[in-house]
T-cell receptor
């Protein structure tokens, strides 16, 4: 079975631009979460979606937004990119929200110039 | 106090030894716990989940949870060079925090032949 798939794998943008990252969960998983990981730190929670509704939001500015589609795939959008947004963006899927184990995709490495 | 703290590394053990990785957590992260392994340049891979007090064993891995002491650990028996990676401890608060995983900063483990 396919795991969590993310696209693109790498992305280079300049300050002020906008970016959209995509995620397809494991088949049968209905919940998708997004995390940001900078070098040397653990992932930081951005959003969780379940059944197309936002179920949790981390401490990130409004420049970050996301949505989930009827097929449970998800997009993360970041507007007005800053140098500090350079990071590995991870998508994780789980059967449901709450305490279900989360499985990560390979991530999108975003570099801001 | 950080919500999830891991013992400072890096940790170096000889091949065949037991590697012990430790994690403490605050009251805000107390429902369930997960250990992830992250190889350099890769995404986190779930290796253990633990929900109740006591030990949980899976192959060479044993997770231990002590809710009274707010302590969770991961033991790796018969350590192999392929176990060399960063190990991330993550907690889930449940309730209104729902699917948010809070990660520690990670412990780098090196297993030398």
């Amino acid at each position: 079975d396919a795991g969590v798939t993310q696209s693109p794998t790498h992305l280079i943008k300049t300050r002020g631009q906008q970016v959209t990252l995509r995620c397809s969960p494991i088949s049968g998983h209905k919940s998708v979460s997004w995390y940001q990981q900078v070098l040397g730190q653990g992932p930081q929670f951005i959003f969780q979606y379940y059944e197309k509704e936002e179920r949790g939001r981390g401490n990130f500015p409004d420049r970050f937004s996301a949505r989930q589609f009827p097929n449970y795939s998800s997009e993360l959008n970041v507007n007005a990119l800053l140098l500090g947004d350079s990071a590995l963006y991870l998508c994780a899927s789980s059967l449901g929200p709450g305490n279900q184990p989360q499985h990560f995709g390979d991530g999108t490495r975003l570099s801001i110039l | 106090q950080k919500e999830v703290e891991q013992n400072s590394g890096p940790l170096s053990v000889p091949e065949g030894a037991i590697a012990s990785l430790n994690c403490t957590y605050s009251d805000r992260v107390s429902q369930s716990f997960f250990w992830y392994r992250q190889y350099s340049g890769k995404s986190p891979e779930l290796i253990m989940s633990i929900y109740s007090n006591g030990d949980k064993e899976d192959g060479r891995f044993t997770a231990q949870l002590n809710k009274a002491s707010q302590y969770v650990s991961l033991l790796i028996r018969d350590s192999q060079p392929s176990d060399s990676a960063t190990y991330l401890c993550a907690g889930n608060a449940g309730g209104t925090s729902y699917g948010k995983l809070t990660f520690g900063q990670g412990t780098i483990l090196t297993v030398h032949p």
